[in-house]
Each structure stands twice: as C-alpha cells, then as structure tokens.
C-alpha cells in the first residue's frame, strides 16, 4: 500500500497476499507429484442411523500430506486441483481406496462393519467422459456391488444442469449407485427440480444443524427441516444431516424424521481402523 515517494507510482506490499498466492501457486505445481508420490490420504466419518445408531457407512474425505506444511484439509487444495484438471486422477484415486476399504470391511466383518461408502465427486469429474466406466472397473476390481457405493454431488453442481450433464449419473443410478445431493439447502435450486434428478440422497448442510444446537431449537429452522424432510421422503429421498455435534442435536434431528447423521458427535474423520471398531462396538453393544 506505499505510496512510493516519486509521484504518481503505487507499489503493493502486502506480505500475507504474496505468502498466500506463494503458496497457493506453490501447492498448485506440487499436486501432480504429490499424487505419484502418495502424499494423499482418506479419512473416514461414519454415517449412523439416527433411528438405531447403528454405523450403516462411512464418507471418505481426503487429506494431503504435504512434505512441508503438513495435513491440509481438501478446502485448501481441491479447488485448485479442479482448476487444473489434477482433480480427475485424484478422484479417481479417491474412489479406488474408499472402494477398496469398503471390501476390506465386508470382508473383515460382514454385516457387523459399516456397509457402504460415500465418496465426493466435484463438478469437473461429472463432466469427465470416463466418469461411468472408470466406476464401472474399480467397482468390478474390487468385488463390490454398486449398491455399496454412494456418490455425493453439490446441490450447486447440479443446478440448472441439462440432460447432458445428468446422463452419466443416470447411469449410474440405474446400475444401483446411489446419488446424494451434497450441501443441500445451500443452494437456490428448484425444489420441484428434484424430481428431474437422479438422487435418492439429500444430506441436508450444516448450517440446518446448527440451528438445532439450543435447545429449543430455533422454530424457524426447525420448520425449514420439517418441511424439507416431508417433501424429501415424498419423493422417496432419504434425508442425511451433516454437522451434528451434540447429542440435543441428534435428537431433534432424529424427532424432525431424518434418517441417517454424520457429526463430531459420533466421530471426527479418522482412519479406516478406528471405523470398524466404531461399527462393531455398536454391533455387540
Ligand atoms: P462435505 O462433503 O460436505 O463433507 C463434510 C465436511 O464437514 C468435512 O470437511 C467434515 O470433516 C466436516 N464435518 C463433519 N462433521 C462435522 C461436524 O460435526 N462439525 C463440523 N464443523 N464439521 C464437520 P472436510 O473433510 O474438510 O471436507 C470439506 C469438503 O471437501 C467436503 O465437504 C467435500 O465437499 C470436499 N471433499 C472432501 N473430500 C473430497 C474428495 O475426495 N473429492 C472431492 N471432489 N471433494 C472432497
Ligand atoms: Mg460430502
Ligand atoms: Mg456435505
Ligand atoms: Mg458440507
């Protein structure tokens, strides 16, 4: 912002802009190597049935671990990874490990283990021509029926989406994948738009959740979700929350009809391990 002394010329300095855009650009360069070299990891939050609490499944969110500025949450880097494209074998990637964790749970501990695994797809992938048959063959590769797998888009990506864009998810749905409207609430699309689009899903955002953290919850929020879960279970949605953090809250979420949740009240994001012991406490317990 100093003005230099000479007149009419402005020069910027802003240090923490410049460490920013460094960085940014920085972790931008480094993100293909980052994939060879398998800095990625997957965490895994369990979803649980709000009407038994038993863990039905887990979303898988992926981390990096970069060499220099340790764990970064995918906020920082998977924007950038859809602006170069990396976001495609990342993807990819992605939904190879969780697939291959979901077997690996079958196989451990059948039913008693969580069952089914979510996985997000950003925009660029659901543009991708290969996005139904590289489905396709990591399901095949790992064993798994296409019924375990769950695939969650942003309520966003999808608005005023044409016929084009939702065919490869059609074909998906048909084959017994099921599609979740990411975030949903978020966005301003078209309740009546819901029936043009292949989900069976909607996880309702955060920010619903947290209307329900007093108790009582804020009346308005609380019919906004009461509205939202008629309508989603008239359409023949399943309704999931994000977000839950305290037992009141579950509580109020479970009494609004909502049928599965996911929050810190239940688990953070964790490793693959500390999920089945989850599931199997509940199975026995
Ligand atoms: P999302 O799909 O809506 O995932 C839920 C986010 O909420 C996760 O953040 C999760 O850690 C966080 N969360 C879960 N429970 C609670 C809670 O009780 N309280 C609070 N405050 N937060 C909670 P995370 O892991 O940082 O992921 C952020 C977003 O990054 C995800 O939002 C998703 O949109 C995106 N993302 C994560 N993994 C992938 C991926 O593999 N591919 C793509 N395309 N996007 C991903
Ligand atoms: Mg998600
Ligand atoms: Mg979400
Ligand atoms: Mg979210």
Redesign the pocket.
């Known amino acids: 912002r100093a003005k230099s002394a000479g007149g009419n010329r402005f020069e910027l300095a802003d240090p923490e802009a410049d460490a920013r855009a460094i960085t940014r650009h920085g972790l931008t360069t480094a993100l293909p190597a980052a994939l060879e070299r398998d800095e990625f990891f997957?965490?895994y939050?369990p979803l649980v049935h709000l009407g038994d609490g038993s863990v039905r499944g887990a979303?898988?969110?992926?981390?990096w671990l970069h060499p220099q500025h340790g764990v970064l949450?995918?906020?920082r880097f998977?924007p950038l990874a859809e602006h170069t494209g990396l976001?495609v074998p990342?993807?990819r990637w992605?939904l190879e490990q969780s697939v291959r964790q979901a077997r690996e749970w079958r196989e451990r501990h059948g039913a008693a283990g969580p069952l089914r695994i979510n996985?997000?797809?950003?925009p660029c992938?659901l543009t991708h021509p290969g996005l139904v048959q590289d489905t396709v063959d990591i399901l095949e590769r790992a064993g798994v029926e296409p019924d375990a797998l769950c695939l969650?888009v942003?309520e966003s990506a999808l608005i005023g989406a044409d016929d084009d864009l939702l065919k490869p998810l059609r074909r998906l749905a048909e084959m017994g994948v099921d599609i979740a409207l990411?975030?949903f609430g978020t966005g301003y699309s078209n309740l009546a738009n819901l029936r043009r689009l292949p989900v069976s899903i909607l996880?309702l955002d955060?920010s619903f959740t947290q209307g329900m953290q007093q108790f009582p919850a804020d009346p308005v929020d609380l019919k906004i979700v009461e509205g939202i879960v008629s309508l989603a279970h008239s359409l023949d949605l399943a309704v999931t929350v994000?977000?839950?953090?305290t037992g009141a809250q579950a509580e109020q979420l479970r009494i609004l009809g909502c049928d599965t949740a996911?929050?810190?009240?239940y688990a953070?994001?964790g490793p693959p391990d500390r999920l089945h012991d989850l599931a199997l406490v509940d199975a026995t317990g």
Request: cysteine-free.
């Open positions: 997957i965490e939050q979303e898988a969110l992926v981390r949450g995918p906020d998977i976001i990342l993807g992605v996985v997000n797809l950003s992938q969650e942003t990411d975030d996880k955060r994000e977000g839950v953090e996911q929050g810190w009240y953070r994001p």
